[in-house]
């Protein structure tokens, strides 16, 4: 059936758009097939042979975040809240970023572990470790339900096919490359969609800048619209939703810059994944780092495009001025009625192929993380054991489909109840605060046991879900507001409950429990690990920007430079 | 089924029978193959197709043109890096690693 998709959005796609998104998708199946060539084991197909120059996995790792939910998203929140909006990117992920590359890649890329959890396993055994996977393995099937129906529901109301229809066509594409290339395959098509998806993003900001009369026009039009409040990143009430100044700033450096994002940057295994498959030890360092530059510059062409929407287009102006209500357009169709303004034939397709490009990305970013855990985690460790290596690829490539089948399911689910979808999300993000929290205090105390790895992770898990339940709206209708906390806000505060708490009660229950024997942490915790795993990527750099440190320092400086200039 | 990597086929500078270059198995190549398409098509758009009504909804830009411009330019980048830096694969230097690999006890 055709759904009531609104036709405002309807681009004027003609023939050689359809072209230019028809090309795309040769190369990505091509890509596909290609990748099929040289894959001999498991490893292969599951981290690409660990043999990928720094530059492709750096680029990979931010293009696997920068999927439906985040393009969509980040541009809505720019023309809604405007410049406060960067503190996702400038906050809430470079310096995570620079901390896994710099801190935490020696552990995970030095004890040759296969994924995160497995890092888990070995330090804390199998309670921690089933705990971390199954919760893992189940949110990357239902997040890639969530990307698939919002991909579905952009090819909907650009091009008008059917839901159903949409949702099974690209559902097939990621499905067929990921089964026949593995990991290569996702990490190649990353890389492709970035520089697709800038070369879609960096035109329409510029014509959009045109339009508006440059910078000065865009502030002048926000002048006379009342929103120029909305030209200060700092100290961005309008994202935390607290009242309070000196609160908002606290809480967006400790909650979001601090807990929220380092959990998420730094235990995710769908980025660290990508880090994972670099060839060598300063490669593996490099990749978030090398990442970190592209990804402090990605809101310029996201986030400005948003506000201007909000000023150029008139239906988003009006919608704005009603204050978010009214019409049949909301924010997150910004960066769509932009297209739809400005872009010529040609260019239009580009853009197109960009926005499906990095909606597919997003999902099979979800998937091949889901088939390593599911295959090497789960599978291998705790149901079949001791088979031959070209067993567990063939599992691999079986609950690929597997899971697109379940993510099939979830899209349909989503698209009944889409704001139960935003509440599994905002609770999956309740899983990676205390996962921080255990992992650094794991890595760097040696005496931290087993039992309090899962324990604590429980419970700050808990606190969190608690705190959100309490809250106004984190969790929608399940919060009962007996806490005045409400947006964003909400989630930071509960993501730091989660973190304190976790470190509270590992301390506690370390200190009424054996710890391991330090024979089996070796590598897995600072004090035991060979100092030359944390300089080797160093010694080994001829000029400053392969030593990861130096490079990080400079990605830093920008950041902070970043933040001054657009304060 | 072990074995399926691609024929090692000597190069032209005729090195050691099991070293060549990845050619279109580059990512860098493939980048710059797209790029290179969409650029030449967007070209050619800027340039025939530019009719007033395209050009309005840029405000005059003519934005196929320019982007146009823009994308052949990374895309020749891409190829000539590609190019000037070859990836040179050894197999017998990945057999070894591989046999490396498997070989080391188990994580666990």
Known sequence: MLTAADTSLRLDASAIDYLLVGLYFVFVLGIGLMARTQISSSLDFFLSGRSLPAWVTGLAFISANLGAVEIMGMSANGAEIGLPTMHYYWIGAIPAMLFLGIVMMPFYYGSKVRSVPEFMLRRFGPTAHLVNAISFAVAQVLIAGVNLYLLATIINSLLGWPIWVSTIVSAAVVLSYITLGGLSAAIYNEVLQFFIIVAALLPLTLLGLHKVGGWNGLTDKMKAAGTDGQLASWPGTDLTGFTSS???????????????????????????????????????????????????????????????????????????????????????????????????????????????????????????????????????????????????TRVGRIMTLVATVIAIGTAALASSYSNLMDYLQTLFGFFNAPLFATFILGMFWKRMTATAGWVGLVSGTAAAVTVAILSEDALGGASVGVLGLSGQGASFVAAGAAFVVDILVSVVVTGMTQPRPESELRGLVYALTPKSDFTEGESAAAHWWLSPTKLAGVSLVLVIALNFIFN | MSDTSPDSTPTSSGSTQTRHQAGWFDIRNVIGLLLLIYGVVLLVLGVFNASDDQLARADGVNANLWAGIGILAVGTFFVTWAKVRPIVVDDAQVERDKAAEENEPPAH
């Open chain 1, 246 to 392: 000196f609160l908002s700033v606290v809480g967006i450096v400790l909650g979001l810059g601090f807990v929220l994002s380092f959990g998420y940057w730094t235990t995710n295994f769908v980025e660290v994944q990508r880090a994972m498959a670099s060839k060598d030890m300063s490669s593996a360092q490099r990749a978030p780092i090398i990442g970190s530059f592209p990804k402090m510059f990605i809101p310029f062409i996201v986030i400005i495009p948003g506000m201007i929407a909000a000023v150029a287009v008139t239906e988003l102006a009006d919608y704005k001025k009603a204050g978010g209500k009214g019409g049949n357009i909301d924010y997150n169709d910004a960066l769509l009625l932009l297209m739809r303004d400005l872009l010529p034939n040609g260019l239009l397709g580009v853009a197109i192929a960009g926005l499906l490009a990095a909606f597919m990305a997003g999902m099979a970013a979800n998937i091949s993380a889901f088939n390593t855990v599911f295959s090497y985690d789960i599978w291998q460790d705790y149901v079949r054991k001791d088979r031959p290596d070209e067993y567990y």
